[in-house]
């Protein structure tokens, strides 16, 4: 079974940068055809696809939270991880850790990185943003 478990800070200051690590048990995040993702959720909005990190290392990011993303992959503990940058309290939110499959369009693979496309997730873990 794949396992998916988020860990980091659950407080940030103002301007600092947000880290999360994600770490995966039950499959390798360099095995071909998934993408592992950063999903978050703002009390009370909608799930915000964030970026993600295919089995190559290869990233997409959200246009919205581009410039203020950076992923980043340990592949001696299976582990990939997310940093946001200058955050403010609008990036509170419970920050999820998720894998995707790739989809194909016959032989042309694609991801539309929606929620529903998501096959494990971790629990969860709630970053609030603070002085």
């Known amino acids: ?41 703002p009390p009370g909005k909608e799930l915000e696809w964030v970026g993600a990190l295919d089995s190559g290392g290869n990233t997409s990011y959200n246009p919205s939270l ?3 993303i950076t992923f980043s ?13 200058s955050v403010t309290p609008e990036d509170t939110a419970v920050y999820y850790c998720t894998r995707e499959a790739v989809r194909f369009n016959s032989a042309s693979p694609y991801a539309t990185h929606a929620a529903d496309g998501m096959d494990y997730w971790g629990k969860g873990t ?6």
């Not at 659950?10 to 690590?21: A, C, D, E, M, R």
């Not at 770490?23 to 993408?35: C, E, H």
């Not at 992959?73 to 940058?85: G, H, V």
């Open 66 to 68: 581009k410039s203020r």
């Open 1 to 41: 079974q794949v396992q998916l478990q988020e860990s980091g800070p659950g407080l940030v200051k103002p301007s600092q940068t947000l880290s999360l690590t994600c770490t995966v048990s039950g499959a390798s995040i360099t095995t071909n055809n998934y993408f592992w993702n950063w999903i978050r959720q």
């Open 126 to 131: 709630l970053v609030t943003v603070s002085s």
């Open 73 to 85: 992959r340990d592949l001696s503990k299976n582990q990939f991880s997310l940093q946001l940058s």
